[in-house]
């Protein structure tokens, strides 16, 4: 899938206020169900805790990556917040985050699956897009620069300087 199959516009906060990471996990569980009907968004943050206690989700430099396998799911949900104030995260480096991109996936991953955990891992070390998407002033900038990065990510050039 796309990420823009995985993450719509809806799902997508600027500018977000959390007093915590618990509260942030909380917020991200309510966007994470948006287009899922029959998922409720306590069972999603209960899920996100969970992993949580498993080990911390920061990837460093101010970015969190909270994922959860969900029973029931066909496909990937995702969904980004940037936080107004950066909250302690536990983060390894010990930076607060203010960039948290949330994944939902099926229990049983397919090769796309891992492919979608890919390419949200590379999207979230690339410097230069964490800059752009702190810079974002709306939710809407800020779903066109993760989609832009994306594209950048998959374009040819990209993929000969990975290869390089």
């Known amino acids: 899938m796309s990420l823009a199959?995985?993450?719509?516009?809806?799902?997508?906060l600027c500018n977000a206020h959390a007093r915590s990471k618990k509260h942030c996990l909380e917020i991200l569980s309510e966007l994470?169900?948006?287009p899922l009907t029959d998922i409720a968004a306590e069972d999603?943050?209960?899920?996100?805790?969970?992993?949580?206690?498993?080990?911390?989700?920061?990837?460093?430099?101010g970015v969190a990556f909270?994922?959860?396998r969900?029973?029931?799911?066909?496909?990937?949900?995702?969904?980004?917040?940037?936080?107004?104030?950066?909250v302690d995260f536990d983060?390894?480096?010990?930076?607060p985050?203010?960039?948290?991109f949330g994944l939902l996936v099926p229990v049983e991953l397919s090769e796309q699956d891992y492919a979608d955990i890919n390419l949200v891992t590379c999207l979230l070390a690339d410097e230069d897009l964490r800059q752009r998407l702190r810079a974002a002033n709306?939710?809407?900038?800020?779903?066109?620069?993760?989609?832009?990065?994306?594209?950048?990510?998959?374009?040819?050039?990209?993929?000969?300087?990975?290869?390089?």
């Open 66 to 68: 909270p994922h959860s």
């Open 44 to 61: 999603i943050f209960e899920r996100l805790i969970e992993r949580e206690r498993l080990g911390c989700t920061s990837m460093t430099q």
């Open 70 to 86: 969900v029973e029931g799911l066909a496909e990937s949900h995702a969904a980004m917040i940037k936080l107004s104030d950066p």
């Open 5 to 12: 199959e995985i993450i719509k516009p809806d799902s997508v």
């Open 97 to 100: 985050v203010d960039l948290v």
């Open 138 to 164: 709306s939710s809407k900038d800020l779903h066109a620069i993760l989609l832009e990065g994306c594209r950048n990510l998959n374009s040819p050039v990209a993929d000969a300087a990975g290869n390089g």
């Open 32 to 34: 994470l169900v948006r």
């Open 91 to 95: 983060s390894p480096d010990g930076e």
